[in-house]
């Protein structure tokens, strides 16, 4: 049932293992308690196991890594192994890296038919306009199959006309 008999690898004194042993287990208690095991145990290298000893240089509970949030410029836009030219699609749209854009979104994208709507006005879009792409493919922003539109009401007859 139980097993007796064994030692405690750090104090030597007896233990019971509370564990039951059948034929299919092998666990055995090594240690007496939470703490022998954590004045015993020398943390392997080869992995993450063990406990981090006291002033040892590593991170301790609570403790904020120095880089977090930060970015590595290092490995950073183009130096990075995963770049794919700074485009990226996001709900159907392309969107471009232009971090210092006026109108880029957290990460530094724009929407890539929105620019080049600005590009063939002359200015900023004003609050509420819509970009309508004409063929319906969101990925084709060319000028030509762009319209500007003043609200999303607009756009809305517009796409009610082609459901008719």
């Known amino acids: 049932m139980y097993n007796y008999g064994n030692k405690c690898l750090n104090c030597g004194r007896e233990i019971i293992n509370k564990y039951r042993l059948t034929k299919n287990s092998r666990k055995r208690q090594k240690y007496c308690g939470r703490q022998c095991y954590k004045i ?4 392997s290298h080869k ?4 406990i981090i000893k006291p002033n040892s240089g590593s991170f301790k509970k609570g ?4 880089n977090k949030g930060k970015k590595l410029p290092q490995i950073s836009g183009k130096k990075h192994w995963n770049w794919k ?3 990226i699609i996001q709900q159907g749209h392309v969107c471009i890296k232009m971090p210092e854009y006026h109108s880029a979104n957290s990460n530094g994208y724009v929407q890539r038919s929105h620019y080049i709507m600005e590009q063939k006005l002359g200015r900023h879009l004003k609050r509420g306009e ?5 063929n319906e493919i969101k990925t084709d922003d060319r000028p030509e199959n762009l319209q500007l539109l003043k609200n999303i009401s607009e756009h809305n007859k517009i796409h009610k006309n ?3």
């Open 47 to 50: 992995g993450t196991k063990g």
């Open 130 to 134: 819509i970009i309508h792409h004409i």
């Open 85 to 87: 030219g700074g485009r």
């Open 162 to 164: 082609f459901s008719k």
């Open 40 to 43: 015993h145990y020398v943390p």
């Open 63 to 66: 403790q904020v890594a120095p």
